[in-house]
């Protein structure tokens, strides 16, 4: 079965340093996107990403954050000037043109800032 | 705005035995999309069900039911035969339609479901 891998599946930086998370998407999706996991919390949305360009956003996904997918396949999250609070689970997950089909999340990046 | 609601933090239930799954939620949309996500300890998360709100009938995939009440905004989650395996967190979301668009998912709290051997 098709699935949307993320690297790293770990990092830890250091408060103030940039992140690049990568995401490699299922080939035939369309739909991309980017979820944050606080310990403990509930999954939430930061971006979604389609045509090359970003559809939507949250309100968490600030200036801090950018997203891109420079090469066609790579899909990554950019996480400037990291703060602690940015330590989370990050998924990425995929969905394909066709409506109402669930998203395909890949397995994650647990992300902590120290 | 939608919200989802999952109101039971935790539950248990013994293998074999069938436990359901709470979720409700809040929306002024009358077309929408309801899934149940599993996340095991790997964190990963993985489709168990979707619901298409626009079909009164309830989806199932082998062991995993669910039961949409529509008018009530109620969509809870039948797991039949309980396996150690479906030991995780259980995240129930919404997503309304778009024509065509893919909108972003709604998720609830969650509700780590225990299996007990």
């Known amino acids: 079965e098709p699935e949307v891998t993320q690297t790293p599946s770990h990092q830890v930086t250091q408060m103030g340093q940039e992140v690049i998370l990568r995401c490699v998407p299922i080939s035939n999706h369309l739909y991309f996107y980017w979820y944050r996991q606080i310990l403990g919390q509930k999954v939430e949305f930061l971006v979604s990403f389609y045509n090359n360009e970003i559809s939507e956003k949250s309100e968490i996904f600030d200036d801090q954050f950018s997203v891109e997918r420079p090469d066609g396949s790579n899909f990554t999250l950019k996480i400037r000037s990291t703060k602690l609070e940015d330590s989370a689970m990050y998924f990425c997950?995929?969905?394909?043109?066709?409506?109402?089909?669930?998203?395909?999340f890949g397995s994650g990046t647990r992300l902590t800032v120290v | 705005a939608q919200t989802v609601t999952q109101s039971q933090p935790e539950m248990s239930v013994q293998e074999a035995e069938t436990v359901t799954l709470s979720c409700t939620y809040d929306?002024?949309?009358?077309?929408?999309?309801l899934f149940w996500y599993k996340q095991p300890p790997s964190r990963q998360m993985i489709l168990v069900i979707r619901?298409?709100?626009?079909?009164?009938q309830n989806a199932t995939e082998n062991r995993f039911s669910v039961n949409f009440q529509k008018a009530a905004k109620s969509f809870s989650l039948k797991i039949s035969d309980s396996q150690l395996g479906d030991a995780a967190m259980y995240f129930c979301a919404y997503r309304a339609t778009g024509g065509g668009s893919q909108g972003n998912l709604i998720f609830g709290k969650g509700t780590k479901l225990s299996v007990k051997p």
């Open positions: 929306t002024s949309e009358s077309d929408y999309y």
């Open positions: 997950a995929t969905a394909p043109e066709r409506e109402g089909y669930g998203y395909t």
């Open positions: 619901q298409e709100a626009y079909k009164q």
